[in-house]
């Protein structure tokens, strides 16, 4: 033997068994590393010397050329399937039919999952793999040898000895929860088709004709039995497993005996119980007789072992058919399908209900009405459509119809619009949510409108649930969160379950929520996207509503952690007629806001001509080449009339160019100057601003960021800085104030201690920060 031979060989040996401990027993005994180490050297190796490449090498299992069919294999012995119970009943007649048959009081059982994958039958000749099949229909299967060949935990030659001759193992290829996540993202990820659950993904995986894709996905084997054998291994099944286990195939963990069949039952709890804890799925677990001679004795059934049983847990898929699409109507309006089922028994539950989330899921599914579809049941979670079967799609179903009139009120539904502006261009592209634009006018809208505005973060209206909020709005007696502060305690009274005590105390609580803070009450009006952070943070920085109300989308994108997006739903609830006529109403009924007031520094400070010239996304225009402009120009009326020449001294030729294009289009040039307009209007013109600035504590100096910082992002200690009146800029010069260096600060730092430049921690930083003054 050569040396390379005989280190090949080594090779082998000790990553078959690296694989058996870590597949087989679930061991692991060397590092991950340590393994892919010793593997790279036998691929090494075998790459120099072809001619010493056996099929049983570990390197072996990376799939093949892709066949155009797989061939036909005939199962000596048959592939059987199995009885099943559903109720305890069934297995302790299935118990009694044993005994009767052996003519005896107890036996024992082999307890173990049944795994939800497919069945496979491997064949090793002399130890070596020879053959993988599929189950088919039980007779003939198909031979899918290359492709079992890639699955990690088949093993390509069997450890040990004393096999038989020939021996035929048999059990179930499946995949575990983590490995089919893992696949659908990555399935997803590459825009390819994701698999509707784990046993769908490894039948697909398995039967490949490309053995390369069948090698690339997570596909584990669980031996469960026999089939041909050249001579019998031990006098019981639980005997086979453990011996095909030391020849180096994977067993279940689970695998159990029991005396008697109420040991069977307490197992089948047992897992039960921790069925959604285990790696892999399982639909539910198999009853063998333990003995061999007892199953000879008893024999089959048709196509079904008297000796076997499968005690199934209720499913948590199920079939049934959709007998209509219907639309749910949410507080702001979105129209949601929802699907109506015949009514099917889930995992014990009844489900007649299940969400379609939007039509683009309706779309995704190919979903008729009148079709037949998988549902699912998983936990507490609400069921979903999983899938259609197409094959069973009646002549009459139909399309479902997309929402036009919103089935509350009646309004006209539209398909929301999602606004994307890069680089001065608007495109519009159509969103998934359908939406009803009665708005107040739709009962569903309203009640849910004032189900939040009395909630406890909002107007925080005690007393008021859902039940009465129905009732007012089923009765009329409100038609609009104004309404509420016009209730009189008669009115309340004439409800259902109120009574003198009760009618007084709702009128006392309604009156006593007259004044909210500004924020609650920006929170309260229910405006999309807008939750409590963003309701604080526009009372803080605008402080009246008067500017909320009156801010364009552009200036709010000024405001810390306002996009564009949310900018534009502020704009558009405020433009709407209806919202300004409620919010007056609710004011003339006597709401009083409190903690109006001033303008905020912080927003002045950010409010700087060179921000605005770079919000304006002109092509080419990035914050280098804004700050440039606005030097040069102090406003916008004077950027706007700028002419060529003027231009080209500050920025390259294609930007002038841009510039120009830009407020020579004279709708683009209106808007940008009511945006500056409104900011004076706001008291921040420019010049103002500066002023605002100079007062503020860090006015007047530069500061630069480096390294990086553990309690907050670059970008927000920028925000702080800058809310402080200080510049950021991104180098350090003899004019720099100070740097705040966090970890991993590099040259900016090496700099600045050179230049004598004033250097902080962040420690010290967010101790300034915390205490800006002090300084
Ligand atoms: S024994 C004659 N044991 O269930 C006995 N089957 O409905 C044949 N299965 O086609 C099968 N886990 O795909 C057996 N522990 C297990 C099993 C199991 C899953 C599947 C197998 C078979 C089907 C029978």
């Keep these: 033997m050569t040396t390379a031979q005989t280190r090949i060989l080594e090779l082998r040996q000790e990553l078959d068994e690296h694989n058996y401990r870590y597949y087989v027993l679930d061991e692991p005994s060397i590092p991950d590393a340590e393994y892919d180490r010793l593997f790279r050297e036998l691929k090494a190796l075998e790459a120099d010397n072809p001619q010493l490449v056996t099929p049983d090498s570990p390197t072996q299992r990376v799939g093949g050329a892709a066949l155009s069919a797989f061939a036909t294999v005939r199962h000596e012995i048959p592939m059987l399937s199995l009885g099943n119970a559903f109720e305890e009943q069934d297995l302790l007649d299935f118990d009694r039919r044993v005994c009767d048959g052996l003519e005896t009081q107890a036996v024992e059982y082999s307890c173990e999952p049944k795994l939800d994958g497919l069945a496979v039958s491997l064949l090793y000749q002399d130890g070596q793999l020879v053959r993988g099949a599929t189950r088919g229909d039980g007779t003939t299967g198909e031979d899918i040898s290359v492709n079992v060949r890639t699955i990690r935990n088949v093993p ?58 069948t090698a690339s996905r997570p596909l584990e084997f669980c031996c469960y039995g026999i089939g041909q054998v ?20 994977p067993i279940s963990r689970e695998l159990k005996l029991a005396n008697s069949v109420e040991q069977c039952l307490e197992y089948y709890r047992d897992i039960g119980a921790r069925r959604q804890a285990l790696a892999y799925e399982i639909d539910g677990v198999v009853f063998k007789v333990n003995s061999i001679g007892a199953q000879r004795e008893l024999g089959f059934r048709s196509r079904e072992p008297r000796w076997a049983l499968a005690h199934k847990f209720p499913a948590s898929e199920e079939m049934t058919e959709l007998l209509d699409v219907e639309f749910q109507v949410g507080r702001t309006g979105a129209v949601t399908p929802v699907a109506r089922l015949k009514p099917v028994k889930v995992a014990g539950v009844t489900v007649a209900n299940a969400t379609l989330h939007n039509m683009d899921e309706v779309a995704r599914l190919g979903l008729m009405i009148g079709d037949t579809v998988i549902i699912r049941r998983a936990g507490d979670v609400i069921p979903q459509v ?49 939406r009803c634009v009665g708005r107040l006018a739709c009962a569903a809208q309203l009640k849910q409108a004032i189900i939040h505005f009395v909630s406890r973060r909002a107007m925080d209206v005690d007393g008021l649930g859902d039940k009465i909020v129905e009732q007012l709005v089923d009765t009329g007696l409100v038609r609009s969160p104004a309404d509420l502060y ?38 309260a009006l229910g405006i999309p996207e807008v939750g409590e ?15 909320i109300m009156a801010a364009k989308p552009l200036v709010l994108t000024y405001l810390p952690d306002i996009g564009n997006e949310v900018a534009y739903e502020i704009g558009h609830f405020f433009e709407e007629e209806h919202n300004r006529t409620v919010i007056a109403q609710l004011l003339e009924r006597g709401i009083e806001l409190q903690g ?23 092509p080419y225009v990035g914050p280098g080449a804004a700050q440039k402009l606005a030097q040069k120009f102090g406003a916008l009326d004077t950027l706007a009339q700028a002419d060529w020449l003027d231009l080209r001294q500050v920025v390259a030729e294609r930007t002038a160019k841009a510039v120009r294009e830009y407020f020579d289009d004279p709708q683009r040039r209106a808007e940008a100057l009511a945006v500056e307009a409104q900011l004076r209007d706001f008291g921040m ?17 530069t500061w630069v960021l480096t390294g990086t910082l553990e309690s907050m992002s670059r970008d927000e200690a920028k925000d ?43 420690a010290q930083f967010a101790a300034m920060l915390a205490e800006p003054s002090g300084l």
């Design 156 to 213: 390509l030659r069997l450890k040990g000895s004393g096999w038989p001759t020939t021996l035929e193992v048999r059990g179930e290829v499946y995949m575990s929860k983590a490995g089919f996540e893992r696949l659908n993202a990555a399935q997803a990820e590459a825009g390819g088709k994701t698999f509707a659950n784990p046993r769908n993904a490894a039948a697909g995986s398995l039967r490949q004709l490309d053995s390369r894709i």
């Design 230 to 249: 050249s001579h019998d291994i031990a006098d019981t099944h639980i005997g086979n497993l453990k011996q095909l286990q030391q020849w180096g195939l």
């Design 386 to 434: 999983m899938q259609v079967v197409t094959d069973r799609r009646p002549a009459d179903a139909r399309p479902v119809p997309v929402p036009t009139a919103c089935p509350v009120c009646g309004s006209e539904v539209e398909r929301t619009q999602l606004i994307k502006r890069s680089k001065g261009k608007q495109t519009v592209i159509e969103g998934v949510v359908y």
């Design 486 to 523: 016009t209730l009189t305690q008669e009115q309340v009274l004439a409800l259902e379950g109120f009574a003198e005590v009760s009618s007084r105390n709702l009128v006392n609580a309604i009156a006593a929520s007259r004044t909210p803070a500004l924020a609650r009450f920006i929170f």
């Design 533 to 547: 952070e963003t309701a604080k943070v526009l009372a803080r920085s605008l402080g009246t509503l008067q500017r």
């Design 596 to 618: 109006e007031g001033e303008l905020h520094a912080e927003f002045a400070a950010a409010t700087s001509f060179e921000g605005l010239v770079a919000k304006l996304d002109i």
């Design 685 to 701: 013109h420019w010049a103002s601003v500066k002023k605002v600035v100079e007062g503020l504590p860090l006015a007047g100096q």
């Design 720 to 762: 702080k800085l800058e809310a402080l009146g200080a510049k950021v800029a991104g180098s350090v010069s003899a004019k720099t104030h100070t740097v705040v260096a966090g970890p991993g600060a590099g040259s900016k730092l090496a700099k600045a201690q050179q230049l004598g430049v004033a250097v902080m921690d962040e």
